[in-house]
């Protein structure tokens, strides 16, 4: 059995990229399905109350947000590496685009175009955290043409990008940037019902996203919540400890902190003990009835640290 825990649900869109990532690696991993809205009562002692999707959980060091996963599995799963040609850096920097206007374009297309049918406690879970406490679905459906025509420039850049014999992104070999840009065609073709036709106008693209999807998802095996929050229960996290010394907010190991995505999506606080802290992670210790002490990993990178 792998070490590498993943608690997902199929039909999230940020969990297929980390799991096309899995299929870069071609990793073995256990894989947890969550609910897709709150409560998630066997996913939040491994959390803090961390609502977003994917999670990854290696013994008791718990990973959220899908920077941080990605950037631990190239950590501890270096080859094939995702960043073929090197440029580790300004391929991790495209992801603050597609997971951020990008995707919610796509968010709202998407959601837009099926506020009828759609549950009212999804589509009020989603357009909370997505658009903020004011969100209006109505309005998203009203403006269906102007996000259709931001989503239309953009993956004609990607379709510019595989011009020229591209088989992947960055080349040869996929990497990162694949991974980042597919997700949110497989979430647009899998989940609008225009989806297929939109994308299809794109030559590049449409060949390199059969490619892309050929890679798989490495090699899942099914794990049962219970499972997973036992493994936590009989480990100890592995963190490492200490601030870099040009950290800009001045923290300190062992102080009292809250970590929370940056915006106003209705995520509660996760807090804790600090732990780590650089340029790129922060993470917090806490102690949990159900499993424990654990270390919860976060990017420092759309997260706001606040000490409490």
Not at 165 to 173: A, E, S, T, Y
Not at 272 to 294: S, W
Request: hydrophobic letters at 40%; one cysteine or more; a negative charge.
């Amino acid at each position: 059995m792998s070490d590498v825990i993943c608690h997902h649900y199929p039909q999230s869109p940020v969990s297929e990229k980390v799991r096309v990532v899995f299929g870069i690696k071609d990793l073995r991993w256990c894989s947890v399905e969550i609910p897709r809205i709150p409560p998630k009562p066997d996913l939040m002692p491994l959390t803090g109350g961390y609502r977003r999707t994917p999670v990854m959980q290696v013994g008791a060091d718990v990973y959220c947000d899908s920077q941080c996963i990605i950037a631990e599995l190239e950590r501890r799963f270096p080859e094939p590496t995702l960043y073929p040609g090197g440029a580790a850096g300004i391929a991790r920097g495209v992801s603050r685009w597609t997971d951020g206007d990008f995707f919610r374009q796509a968010v709202g297309v998407v959601l837009g175009s099926a506020i009828a049918e759609m549950p009212p406690e999804f589509a009020a879970d989603r357009g909370r955290l997505y658009f903020g406490p004011d969100f209006d679905l109505n309005q998203q459906a009203a403006d269906m043409p102007h996000l259709m025509a931001q989503l239309r420039g953009q993956l004609a850049w990607a379709d510019q990008r595989l011009a020229g014999g591209r088989q992947f992104m960055l080349g040869d070999d996929p990497g990162l940037q694949d991974a980042l840009v597919y997700y949110l065609v497989w979430f647009l073709k899998g989940r609008w019902s225009e989806g297929e036709s939109f994308v299809s106008q794109f030559t590049h693209l449409s060949k390199w996203e059969a490619r892309v999807r050929n890679l798989g998802h490495g090699e899942p095996s099914d794990m049962s919540s219970e499972e997973a929050l036992a493994i936590a229960r009989e480990a100890e996290p592995r963190a490492e400890e200490g601030v870099d010394d040009n950290d800009p907010q001045q923290l300190r190991v062992g102080q009292h902190i809250g970590v929370v995505p940056d915006g106003d999506g209705g995520d509660p606080v996760v807090t804790g003990e600090l732990l780590f802290a650089d340029a790129h992670r922060v993470t917090v210790v806490r102690e949990d009835p159900q499993v424990g002490r654990i270390a919860i990993h976060f990017p420092r990178i759309g997260y706001r640290v606040t000490a409490l």
